[in-house]
């Protein structure tokens, strides 16, 4: 059970109170259920310490999620709503109630829903709540979300007003509670997340990082400048995650935030993971010399940190779009009607070891099965555009030491060796399959930027002209900018980085998110914001047809 400070407890019931709207459970209990009046009653009663969520959502279905203070079942309800929140009538009309898996000390009391056969570009209303094993509601907290764009025949309508019914938006970030930032309610909290909402988004792509189970969160940081910073703490954030128990305090924390819990309830999430829920920069039998753990394998920290983060996101988590534990895939396509398709990847799972890069032969990232999929499914797609979220950033030199690197690029201009080689199959097989309208998007190095590759500045020539965008942190100390590796022909068109190198999140404008607006005409227009909601640097993208 997670320990709080008396503080903790108070901010943190206040804060809660706020995230979403929670009434009391209607629903009576059975007869043969008599219970004593008063006290008793409410003290049983289920609640929904850490809100509600939904995630992956497409044109006919998405992944509700909530968790328990008890064991007991998630109950869901789906409302199709006009602009006002009035109930869509006649032939538009949709309401559902839907009952999930069961919430226990197996999964730490979080539950999902996988709902289908949803009528598409329709805004649902959505209550969520806990039924005990009586039969008794627990409290129940209530969202919102909107199913992707369709044919116009499978439209219910339920738009914002002045909204096409083609159109929609989306948001992007990475790297929550980083170095030592955590949940500071003096400066309103992880207000970069507010801003995020503020945009009133289809959707929100968190590229990874979204705990850092390897970072302590002390309970203040003196900065600078001599300010304090003064965290919420938990027992778990209090030391490196090791057991399943700690990485799952990490993912408790995060949503103890209010901004984090109004979104969340509001905005659908596509969730990727990259290191930080395991150890910084890990790879597959990787074996730690960090003197803070016991447990040193990272085989089996991952193996913990995976299920965790699995419990905690709204993923579909199986290939076939059902909610349980899926121990060997999480890369996944995410539809987003005719305008857009969402190719989520694990840049983690199937990594060779972090090297200088430079080996003669092919080495992975993605994998062979992963990138096969990429090319098979991206080639394939119908959709105007294909945004690949990419954990880890393709042209950036990113260092694990000295010598060593963690993503694609190797410090060397050349021709592609190493991982790059994979990168360089992926990139020569769109050309090759004539595929169109590619944007990648990441997270990962603490600042922001926009990259252009280009064959006419490359060494390696085999590819087409893309963008890749990148957004982060959202609530984590700041860094770079980073040099670029010249193989794929990378060009820097804007980056803001933070002042200094670990610069708090304190004032927002070393905290970065990227925002997506897809337009009529499939005009794709992307801009890069601090977490005050400025805009930094915007740029309009014209398909290709």
């Known amino acids: 059970m997670t320990a709080y400070t008396r503080r903790i407890i108070l901010k943190g019931a206040i804060a809660a109170a706020g995230a979403v709207a929670v009434v009391p459970g209607t629903a009576a209990a059975p007869a043969s259920a008599a219970r004593p009046s008063g006290v008793a009653l409410v003290r049983n009663r289920l609640t929904l310490p850490s809100g509600i969520a939904t995630g992956d959502v497409t044109a006919d279905s998405g992944v509700l999620w909530a968790r328990a203070s008890g064991s007991g079942q998630l109950v869901a309800s789906l409302l199709a709503v006009d602009d006002d929140g009035s109930p869509l009538r006649g032939g538009r009309a949709f309401q559902r109630v839907l009952r999930g898996s069961a919430a226990s000390e197996a999964t730490d009391f979080t539950a999902k829903i996988y709902a289908d056969r949803l009528p598409a570009g329709t805004r649902f209303a959505v209550s969520m709540h806990f039924e005990d094993a009586e039969g008794n509601a627990g409290e129940t907290a209530r969202g919102s979300y909107c199913t992707a764009p369709g044919p116009a025949s499978q439209r219910a309508g339920g738009f914002r007003r002045g909204h096409s019914p083609r159109t929609q938006s989306f948001v992007w970030t990475g790297d929550t509670a980083g170095q030592g930032w955590g949940i500071n309610e003096e400066i309103g909290g992880m207000r970069g997340y507010a801003a995020m909402h503020a945009t009133r988004p289809d959707f929100f792509i968190h590229s990874g990082d979204t705990i850092y189970a390897d970072g302590p969160i002390p309970a203040q940081v003196t900065e600078p400048d001599g300010q304090i910073w003064r965290n919420l703490v938990t027992a778990e954030v209090a030391k490196v995650a090791e ?35 395991t150890h910084n920069n890990w790879y597959p039998g990787q074996i730690l010399t960090d003197d803070r753990y016991t447990e040193r394998r990272v085989d089996v920290l991952a193996a913990r940190g995976r299920q965790a983060w699995q419990e905690y996101q709204p993923i579909a988590g199986r290939s076939d779009g059902t909610t349980g534990f899926e121990p060997a895939r999480i890369y996944r396509k995410i539809s987003r009607g005719p305008q857009l398709d969402i190719f989520c990847l694990d840049m983690r799972s199937f990594k060779d070891p972090n090297t200088d890069g430079k080996e003669m032969q092919l080495m992975h990232i993605l994998g062979q099965e992963q990138a096969d999929w990429l090319i ?170």
């Open 243 to 277: 057991t399943l128990s700690e990485f799952r305090g990490r993912h408790r924390y995060n949503m103890m935030d209010k901004n984090i819990r109004a979104m969340y309830a509001e905005v659908p999430v596509i969730a990727q993971w990259d290191d930080h829920e």
């Open 376 to 545: 098979r499914e991206v080639s394939r797609s119908k959709a105007t555009w294909k945004v690949i979220a990419n954990d880890l950033p393709l042209g950036l030199v990113v260092p694990d030491g000295p010598v060593n690197e963690e993503s694609f690029s190797n410090r060397d201009d050349g021709a592609p060796l190493g991982k790059e080689l994979e990168l360089a199959g992926v990139l020569s097989a769109f050309k090759r399959n004539r595929v169109k309208n590619v944007v990648w998007v990441t997270a990962d190095v603490h600042y922001c930027a926009a990259h252009h590759y280009s064959p006419e500045r490359a060494s390696f020539q085999d590819f087409d002209p893309f963008w890749e965008f990148v957004a982060g942190p959202i609530n984590a100390g700041s860094f770079g900018p980073n040099k670029l590796d010249g193989t794929f022909g990378p060009e820097v068109a804007f980056f803001q980085a933070g002042a200094y190198a670990n610069e708090s999140p304190r004032s927002g404008k070393s905290q970065y998110f990227g925002h997506v607006d897809l337009g009529e005409g499939d005009v794709f227009t992307v801009s890069l914001r601090d977490a005050n909601g400025g805009v930094l640097w915007s740029k309009a993208l014209q398909p290709e047809r």
